[in-house]
């Protein structure tokens, strides 16, 4: 599942949507729509486009890569990218129609992946699903612990069952993934880790309590763990993206013309540095370079993909007299 801040609080309970929810409303949806037909935005009058696809060499022919939360956003495109590249994906998530397409388009595209229904917060799940991989295609090289959810609430508003869902999800997931996959890179004497975790981890917003403080012990997971097993040959970091353009933020059954008037709006208003949303792609791009060879030497480290969101706030200076 993806990851990114939350914006606007839902009315939909976690039993209802149990998969996947949507953080941003019908109001604030209006709002940005509104905005962005009211006036100019930025100085170019528009956000810029994502950058075209690179073709990059393949820096994973060979290797293992495990994802949690890979049938959509984020995780999709991590799975994509690293079977692109020469990896063998072995992925998971609740949504096994979802988790079949991915595998095949994968195959269609003549990379590698195969897909394993499990459930983050299922200990037994999450164990079962890093024995098959390792099983399937002999060990595990890298993980990408994607799999979250988010809950758009005011704190006092969060039922004790929501805040657990999302730490359970979010925070004892990513637990339960490094417990699992660390013996079998401690046996092969390397390994590669990266936890995607959120800019939200660093700058929170009202209604996203829990899902910052989730977002926040990941950090701490991956500092434990960076130097834990640092010293047998496992790197571990997190990534913190921005907003992305995903079904996690976009709100179901909106048309593709008013999501589109709603991007154009929220970035300048949301994001001071490149002024629009991340796209899935280039969060993906991210996390491979993470996983790299070319970062050999990071670890504990949580990097921001956020195009300048969280670099600060432009001063805005009231009138002298």
Request: proline letters at 7%; a positive charge.
């Amino acid at each position: 599942m993806d990851t990114t801040n939350p914006l606007a609080p839902s009315t939909v309970s976690p039993a209802a949507t149990p998969a996947r929810r949507s953080l941003l409303g019908a109001s604030a949806l209006g709002l940005a729509a509104a905005a962005a037909t009211a006036g100019p935005l930025g100085a170019a009058g528009r956000a810029e486009a994502a950058p075209q696809e690179r073709r990059t060499p393949r820096r994973f022919e060979g290797r293992t890569v495990l994802i949690t939360g890979a049938t959509s956003g984020i995780g999709r495109a991590a799975a994509t990218a690293f079977a692109a590249e020469g990896a063998r994906v072995g992925f998971c998530g609740r949504r096994a129609e979802l988790g079949r397409q991915v595998e095949q388009e994968i195959r269609r595209g003549g990379g590698e992946a195969s897909y394993f229904p499990a459930d983050v917060r299922d200990p037994a799940q999450v164990e079962r699903f890093t024995e098959q991989v390792a099983a399937r295609y002999g060990g595990i090289d890298i993980a990408v612990n994607n799999a979250g959810i988010g809950s758009g609430r005011l704190l006092h508003e969060l039922t004790v069952a929501e805040w657990d869902d999302v730490m359970n999800t979010n925070a004892r997931g990513v637990f339960l993934a490094v417990k699992y996959q660390v013996p079998h890179m401690l046996k092969a004497g390397r390994g590669v880790i990266v936890c995607t975790a959120s800019s939200a981890a660093e700058q929170a917003r009202p209604n996203g309590g829990a899902y910052a403080a989730s977002k926040r012990a990941i950090q701490g997971i991956v500092k434990a763990a960076a130097l834990a097993y640092g010293p047998r040959g496992i790197r571990v970091n997190a990534i913190l993206p921005g907003t992305t353009d995903t079904a996690f933020v976009r709100p179901p059954g909106v048309p593709d013309a008013d999501w589109a008037r709603f991007k154009q709006a929220f970035g300048p208003l949301n994001v001071e540095g490149l002024e629009r949303m991340a796209e899935p792609a280039e969060i993906a791009r991210a996390i491979l370079a993470l996983a790299s060879d070319d970062f050999a030497y990071q670890s504990g480290a949580s990097v921001p993909v956020d195009g300048g969101a969280t670099a600060g706030r432009r001063l805005v200076m009231p009138p002298a007299r």
